[in-house]
């Protein structure tokens, strides 16, 4: 609505006040004693309170009324203010999204203000505020159950490891998107869709040879209890990338260890390049990233990491998520979820949103040229 003709509805409606309840015979004195009125009004969603506001401060803005306002909660809003006075669940009070919910963990920064930003994109891509729901220690799932029943919600984006957690105790018959995790077992995958945290190995793998045109083979080390539905698609985008794969499996750090070293003795630099995935079995942050900075560095071999972390340390590139990018992707599909009446996919979804991080001091030593590039962190900071 255009500001102007906001303005204008709402002083038009003190002038129909002042006309029809106080009547010509006491005009005159409208000027001299200011009348009460309640503005009674329910905001539905962001927009609707953005054009309601406007018009109350016009009302307002007539010197002849006092204003006293009452805003009407909706029946979700009183529904999640009943359930957080029980203390049993602690939803935020906002109004719902067409049989949608978040679950997340209450936690500390900066994994508050992570999550945050994933609602922000879940919101704005839905279109509406959702129903939330922040986990607390002593919280029992039939409380979550309960209370996602009284809300007519279908589905529930749950984010982290405890949201996860406590979908695993909700109604069958209500949907999990589940987002904010590395990976869970592909077991617990099968009947809900989950976006890890790990970056697409294509999108990767397509980084690796903007930046080395000449790469020719990628060594990876990785553990197959965590990371063997990642290989699978890492081996897949590698041959439509015109590379080779050249994939160890290591289920302790001494294997791993072992393999690291083989590795560094048989790597052109010119050809190859090194991927540390996210795997806290094969990239230890107190042996293993050490060893690789070394000898990576000594030997001008590239060496690019799923972990944004490693970037500060030293490794040429990452792709780290676009948190409000990936909020976006989980109402997709969760309202994907809604309209095909439960359809969607299932398992272990790779990371799409993504944002480019790159060590400027390490393509100076490689020889590399950054520009062209949509680099959105550059390490070492300016």
């Known amino acids: 609505m255009n500001p102007s003709h906001t303005a204008r509805l709402g002083l038009s409606l003190a002038a129909f006040w002042l006309a029809a309840c106080i009547g010509p015979a006491m005009a005159s004195t409208a000027s001299q004693v200011p009348h009460a009125i309640t503005v009674i009004y329910s905001e539905t969603d962001k927009k609707a309170a953005d054009e309601i506001e406007p018009i109350i401060v016009a009302i307002e803005n007539d010197k002849d009324l006092i204003v006293y306002r009452v805003r009407v909660a909706t029946g979700m809003e009183l529904a999640a203010n009943e359930a957080r006075s029980s203390g049993h669940v602690n939803p935020s009070a906002n109004t719902g999204a067409g049989g949608i919910a978040v679950i997340y963990p209450d936690v500390s920064e900066p994994y508050r203000s992570v999550f945050a930003?994933?609602?922000?994109?879940?919101?704005?891509?839905?279109?509406?505020r959702v129903a939330r729901f922040v986990l607390s220690a002593n919280l029992n799932p039939e409380d979550?159950?309960?209370?996602?029943?009284?809300?007519?919600?279908?589905?529930?984006i749950v984010l982290g490891r405890n949201g996860l957690k406590a979908a695993t105790g909700l109604d069958r018959d209500i949907g999990v998107i589940a987002g904010g995790v590395l990976s869970i077992p592909e077991a617990d995958a099968r009947n809900i869709?989950?976006?890890?945290l790990a970056p697409d190995p294509a999108l990767l793998f397509a980084r690796l040879k903007a930046f080395?045109?000449?790469?020719?083979?990628?060594f990876v080390v990785y553990d197959p209890n965590q990371n063997a539905w990642l290989l699978r698609l890492a081996k897949e985008a590698?041959?439509?990338?015109g590379l080779e794969l050249v994939s160890h499996e290591a289920s302790d750090?001494?294997?791993?260890?072992?393999?690291?070293?083989?590795i560094f003795a048989s790597a052109d630099p010119r050809t190859d390049a090194l991927w540390l995935p996210q795997d806290s079995t094969t990239v230890d942050e107190a042996s293993v990233l050490p060893l690789v900075l070394q000898e990576t560095w000594g030997r001008n071999l590239v060496f690019f990491s799923s972990n944004v972390a490693h970037v500060r340390r030293g490794a040429l590139f990452s792709l780290y998520p676009d948190n409000v990018e990936i909020g976006r992707h989980l109402a997709n599909s969760a309202l994907g979820y809604l309209s095909s009446g439960?359809?969607?996919?299932?398992?272990?979804?790779?990371?799409?949103?993504?944002?480019?991080?790159?060590n400027a001091r390490t393509a100076g030593h490689l020889?590399?040229?950054?520009?062209?590039?949509?680099?959105?962190?550059?390490f070492p900071e300016q």
């Open 117 to 128: 930003r994933i609602i922000e994109g879940i919101e704005e891509q839905s279109r509406s």
């Open 144 to 156: 979550i159950s309960n209370e996602l029943r009284r809300q007519n919600v279908r589905v529930v």
């Open 193 to 196: 869709s989950v976006l890890s």
């Open 212 to 218: 080395m045109p000449a790469a020719k083979r990628v």
């Open 238 to 241: 590698a041959r439509t990338r």
């Open 253 to 262: 750090l001494k294997t791993a260890l072992r393999i690291y070293q083989d």
């Open 342 to 358: 439960g359809q969607g996919p299932r398992g272990v979804l790779p990371l799409k949103a993504v944002r480019l991080a790159v």
């Open 367 to 378: 020889g590399i040229n950054l520009a062209g590039n949509q680099i959105a962190l550059i």
